[in-house]
């Protein structure tokens, strides 16, 4: 099967740009998480959908981060005004309906897309 | 909040030695813990899972261990190949989400 695809693999931009990430999930996979990997640490949750529909977005920075899955398959997220602070690999995963509800939570993550906020 | 820490965050040795990665979490209700493997400029392969009933987990030459009463994981690499050299991310399941410690830098010199 296709694994997760993620565009762009890398982004360059100044402070205070705006920047978008995409990522199409494995077909089928009704959970679809972002996170945030600053060098140096571990993923950070950033959101999870299930289906269309936010489970959890607590730590996404809301006054400038923002996503959207639209019709329950690719989405977008979207940093506007970016920070220097942003500079980051996004990696987006997902899992499908069975392994969301079991809380088994085995996530197929894409390669990523870097970021470098200058 | 559940914390996940990994000791060493480095860590260098000699190809063909056998080396362990630790792994500790601070809340022990969790549905299971994870070990994955991340190569530089590439997203995260699941390596092994262990289901919070479980002790262990075998693949090829990995092994990874759950303690959870003690909060703690370790993966043992045997005969540790140059391939092997990457991050070693440990995360641990909640009801919705993972949480990823800051993972082992592995290098095996040839």
């Known amino acids: 099967e296709a694994g997760v695809a993620q565009s762009p693999r890398y982004k360059i931009i100044e402070k205070r740009q705006s920047v978008a990430f995409w990522c199409n999930p494995i077909?089928?996979?009704?959970?679809l998480y972002w996170y945030q990997q600053i060098l140096g640490q571990g993923p950070k949750l950033l959101i999870q959908f299930q289906n269309n529909g936010v489970v959890d977005d607590s730590q996404l920075p809301k006054d400038r981060f923002s996503a959207e899955r639209l019709k329950g398959v690719d989405s977008t997220l979207k940093i506007q005004p970016a920070k220097l602070e942003d500079s980051a690999v996004y990696l987006c995963?997902?899992?499908?309906?069975?392994?969301?509800?079991?809380?088994?939570?085995?996530?197929?993550f894409g390669a990523g897309s870097r970021l470098t906020v200058l | 909040k559940q914390e996940v820490t990994q000791i060493p965050a480095a860590l260098s040795v000699p190809e063909g030695e056998n080396l362990v990665l630790n792994c500790s979490f601070t809340?022990?209700?969790?549905?299971?813990l994870q070990w994955f493997r991340q190569d530089p400029g590439k997203g995260l392969t699941s390596l092994l899972l262990?289901?919070?009933?479980?002790r262990e987990q075998t693949s090829g030459r990995l092994n990874a261990s759950l303690d959870k009463s003690s909060g703690r994981s370790t993966l043992y690499i045997a005969a540790s190949q140059p391939g092997d050299s990457a991050t070693y991310l440990c995360a641990v399941s909640g009801a919705n989400n993972l949480f990823f410690g800051t993972g082992t830098r592995l290098t095996v010199i040839p």
């Open positions: 995963a997902s899992t499908n309906q069975y392994q969301f509800l079991s809380g088994a939570n085995v996530l197929t």
């Open positions: 262990i289901q919070s009933s479980q």
């Open positions: 809340d022990s209700a969790i549905y299971n």
């Open positions: 077909s089928g996979h009704a959970t």
